[in-house]
């Protein structure tokens, strides 16, 4: 976009080296995003414009030197006039670039996929829906989306109100209790890209990141199909003790394993746990440490979390981590 | 001061010396702990106000200061997410109902009836309850800070958040009644305002002779009595819902979580301007007169003032924008919100005039107004960004949003009040504050001040949401972040220096002349401070600039008495005199009432039953309040 390079906006660009990030409404990866980020960037060029002006009539009026009998209040209302002129022809266009804008972000496609996200105290719950039944499954704070595809985000809070917000794809909409909202867009680049709650939900509003990653139909497909099936079956004793420590301890009122008895439906479903990148909402990477840190103090590491601390000893942490890990 | 026998004496029959120690009889505040409860002298009161709201300003600054601290970079560990979550909300809290909205009301206290001609505000005692609860809602919110109690949920209290399903303990209902507190004094004191400014200016000053403040005041006292009726409502249906069990924000009993935001905003978007337009108006004052010339415009500039009030309710629902309204109905607020680019536009077009046509003398007050015009234009602009709807989306929540709402409150209303009290501390204590140190503090809040929010800009577009109480360092926001927290550190010293030079001049600045700025409104017709009475005899307006127009001769209107308290009524438009009234003497009354209403709110947190049983001493302190004196009421 031209005005990028406009030579005001210098400072903002060098002050922004960062803009590149996969959390950044500048460093877009859908058409959406890509349409936001020419706005924004038209938006700061006209305002930089209009402040430079304004600062230097007010430097010069500060500065000038006075000559007797100037005073030409005629000559005065002429000019603030053509100044308010300015301003409202000004702000009705960027009005009707605004509203083109909201025009062209909307996109309806018969083909798009269908994923109801649920936004919990501090998670988000992920449901790839399809008229078949048996398509469809849930995991939790990680989104895979084809690229290219459109997808059609049906957005749902089961307690407080979160708002969904993936800066490089599209901007934020609100999960709201007792309502239903929308959000469609159209990832355009393969690659991971961070969001995170944009509206204040409690003590963890800090802690409630998701992942979406974008990659080639095939590899969609192929993870699709995982996520399907069942848990992966424990193979060493050590996973097979820790799958018997997370049946019977207090785990299992709360998670679902498909595959194991375990179906709670409060915290996020931990069928494939261990195939998404980060634990807890983009608090952990994955990987048993983590896991094992996570399940032995939780309200350490994200105080205030529903998930309460269940006593175990060494060895049943040690296998229940060990479980949890293989869950690919 | 009793009517009965004595004949009535008037100040026609008297001269000057005379008639001043006959005044200062009728109208002085008695010393001690009696006159300090008693009193309903409007300076008083008012100074009153202005110290206590600033007091507010400098906790709510460690709060601010303690946010910083918790940000500078990833992962620190300062606050705990509760603490963290209590200080962001105290901040916003603190910052809006107990400094911002009453400090700008007190300075209309204080400087309304004075700068109208008349002798005392209208409903004085009314004056000192609304203080007295101020003060007991500011003591309450703070106390229960104190006491780990604070409320969590955001100056804004989303339901369901602070509903009774997730806002446990009492934090949510400490919000709720700190609102009803400040909100009963903020009305109370827009009700004032209003008759003040309609029914009791000096013969002669008709509306087109009104000074650009008292406009000011006038139209955010409208807004007031429009915009504060919605949150009470609100906050007083939250508190139905948490204690009584209404379901007025529950949807799953019918209830409706937007219908919170909805009544929230339709107050909370007024609220801005109920800040921003008295600044306006202070502005407007310090140009003329560091211009030495009226306000360029000034049919304009009152135009601007009142369609920006009117405008000020038709855009709540910009703070909405990514709540799933219906496309035409964003479009609306869009438009709504862009638009009142323009009246803000004709104002600073008119000063900007105003500066290029003057004489100016680059005292502190005006670096003040230079500080302002350039970074709230800054912040405006910023303004129309988020009023645009779909860049809103990526902005909203963000970082952005809270770099561009302090620099318009800020920039826009603090650097303007600031200003305003080097301009008026000579009026309100005799004596001038320090220029040299002046021009640090108008240096360090300004570079302070901007070095610490732009860069919240950038932060914003880079995805930092706001309420966050900690970061991870993969997200890159530590830079920015570090440096906006080391720039804050520029402002406190700004704002500490100012403190040093208020407490500094009080006592040992130099004296003031009478008119040492050489203003031409009327509150420099007076000795400085001005005496109980205010003005010996009420000045008489021939022009909107008395003071440069007639200037060694202000002329008088005699007939009021002087041995009890009366003022002069005049007409809504030509301010014709049309009545002598009384005006109340002190009382301890609205104190006890004060008191009794405190009782009342506090306690209904713990149990509803106390609106009931409380009702009773609010109502025996009312009887006492407004017992008949025997004063005639108003005399043609």
Redesign the interface.
Known sequence: MASRTFPLTLP?AL??S??T?W????DPHAIQ?A??EH??WL??AV?TV??VT??V??V???L?R?TPS??N?TR??R??SA??VA??VI?TG??I???N??RG?GSSDANALEIRVRGY?WWWEVTYLDARADQVFTTANELHLPVGRTVHLQ?AAA???H?F?V?NL?????L????D??LSFTPGEIGVY?G???????????HMALLVIVESAGSFEHWRRGQLGPAATPRGAEEKTGKAVFENKACASCHNIQGSSASGTVGPDLTHLASRRYIAS?LLQTNRGSIAAWVADPQTLK??NNMPRVTLDASELNALSAYLASLQ | MSDSGNPPVSDAQLERPELESRLAATWRTPGGLWGVLSTVDHKIIGRRYIVTAFVFLALGGVLALLMRLQLSSSERRVLSTDWYNQVFTMHGANMMFLFAVPVMEAMAIYLLPLMVGTRNIAFPRLNAFSYWLYLAGGVMLWTAFALNMAPDVGWFAYVPLSGPQFGAGKRADIWAQMITFTEVSALAVAIEIVVTVLKQRAPGMTLQRIPLFVWSMLVTAFLVILAMPTIMIASTSLILDRLVGTHFFNPSEGGDVLLWQHLFWFFGHPEVYIIFLPAVGMVSTLVATFAGRPVFGYLAMVLALISTGVLAFGLWVHHMFVVGLPRVGESFFTISSMSIAIPAGVQVFCWLATLWDGRLSFRVPLLFVIAFLITFVMGGLTGVMVASVPLDTQVHDTYFVVAHFHYVLIGGAVFPLVGAIYYWFPKMSGRLMSERLGRWVVGLLFAGFNLTFFPMHILGLMGMPRRIYTYSPEMHWDTLNLFSSVSATIVAAGFLLFFVDVIRSWRHGPLAPENPWGAATLEWATTSPPPSYNFPRVPVVGSAQPLWDERDSVAVACGLRVDRRELLITSVVSAQPQARDSSPRNSIWPFFAALASTLMLISSIFTPWAMVWGSVPVLITLVGWFWPKGTPEDEG
Do not use: Y
């Not at chain 1, 599209?170 to 609100?174: F, I």
């Not at chain 1, 995170?196 to 800090?206: D, S």
């Open positions: 903002t002050l922004c960062g803009c990030g959390q950044s409404a500048l995003a349409r936001l706005l924004i938006f700061v305002c209009i402040w304004v600062t009539v007010l010069v009026a500060l000038r006075r100037t005073h209040d005065m209302t000019v603030v100044a308010v301003t409202a702000i960027l009005t670039v605004s509203f804008a909201t972000m105290q957005l307690d407080v109100i708002s917000w800066p599209t901007g934020k909409q609100d709201i209790p007792g309502r909202n929308t961070r995170q709650c944009a509206e204040f939900c409690g003590l963890q509003h800090a983009g105080p205030g």
